[in-house]
């Protein structure tokens, strides 16, 4: 897929169903947090919309994660900000070429996982596949470092990969994702660009924000897959402690502390409650969601499960494993996925500058599961 948008050359750009009855009060604030959120922005440079053509990744699943890929796009209905869109399938796109930056953290947690990210060689040529491809690998403590620059030999990836040493203390999740993508932006315009992270799940200190490296993702078309590691106990109650007590929904509902919702979810939220609280703000509808998204992207607070977030807003999957064995499974089930992701583009009808939220649902087939890129950037024409 041709990417629609071009960075700036600038090595110093840092840019940045529906839900049960929610509280007009619990709004009202939030929109407050919002503006607040923005004002304490610093004016950033923009980046130059080179056409319109917005392209949407998507995956769909039974619900026991077998793939599905002879639907057309007349299964699929799109949003944009509520606005119904007509939508192409854009086809052939795993026969193009494909540029993957590999990030691993070996600062932090990661350094505890280093021997979980050797012996991948293999995997890692079946995830890459057989079409023409560039591959480099980054590593990150509290920054990022270029290991192997951008390569047609995954020997050589798999070969640093063993190699590697622990870095210092930080975590800084978003600085690295936002510096891989830079890295993407500079690879031939007809190669596809994916970023596979594989880090712990809270950001530890970035000067990176959400939105930056979600805008810079968007710009540049980039599809990721997150493995995470947990984060330590300290680093989650440190997080969780950002949230309100007060639960903005119903009794036993999607924001509650005592959900009663799907069993399989409640086993996986105990414990880890500003998980459940992003998760329930996926499902927001526009547009309350843009602003919920706008939020995310602007509010430093909001870094709990940095890993898994970034991976939903982005339209990418994740995956969390424990040791090398998962790891391997999961990259596996990923190179199975990768060739039968749909990929659509529309031409928006409200091309207005800012934000917007996307909303890809299936049709009639609600035994189907559906991952989708959920927002993208329009920015104001320079003059």
Known sequence: MTPRFQLSADPTYNN???????LPLALLVFGL???????????????????????????????????????????????????????????????QPLA???VVETGGDGAAHLADYQGLGAILDSVVGAEEHRV???????????????????????????????????????????FAVRLLSHQPPNYRRELLLISETIDQGSATT??????????????????????TRSAVAHEAGKFSDAEPGPAHGCFSRDYEGDPGDAAEYKGHYPRQVLDCISQLAPPLRLATMAFLAAHDALRADTARTIAHLAGGEFFHFKNAKSLRKDLIQVSHDVPNFYVFSF?????????????????????????????????SKRP
């Open 136 to 178: 480099a690998l980054v590593t990150f403590d509290s920054a990022p470092h270029l290991i192997v620059p951008f390569t047609s030999n995954t020997d050589s990836v798999s070969a640093a990969l063993d190699r590697l040493h622990s870095g210092n203390a930080g975590g800084s999740i978003l600085d690295a994702v936002a």
């Open 100 to 102: 993957m930056a590999i």
């Open 347 to 379: 031409t928006p009808t409200s091309p207005t500058p800012g934000l917007h939220a996307l909303r890809l649902t299936l049709i009639d087939r609600p035994q189907l599961r559906l991952t989708a890129r959920t927002e993208y950037w329009i920015d």
């Open 33 to 95: 947090l919002i503006g607040a959120a923005f004002a304490q922005q610093p004016a950033t440079p923009t980046i130059t919309v080179q056409s319109n053509l917005v392209e949407v990744p998507a995956l769909v699943t039974t619900k026991k994660g077998e793939v599905i890929f002879a639907l057309k796009p007349s299964d699929f209905r799109l949003t944009d900000d509520g606005i119904p869109q007509h939508i192409s399938l854009v086809s052939d796109t795993d026969w």
């Open 210 to 231: 959400a939105g930056q490296a979600l805008r810079l993702i968007s710009d540049t078309n980039t599809t990721m897959y997150t493995f995470a590691f947990s984060s």
């Open 16 to 22: 940045p169903n529906p839900m049960r009855r929610p």
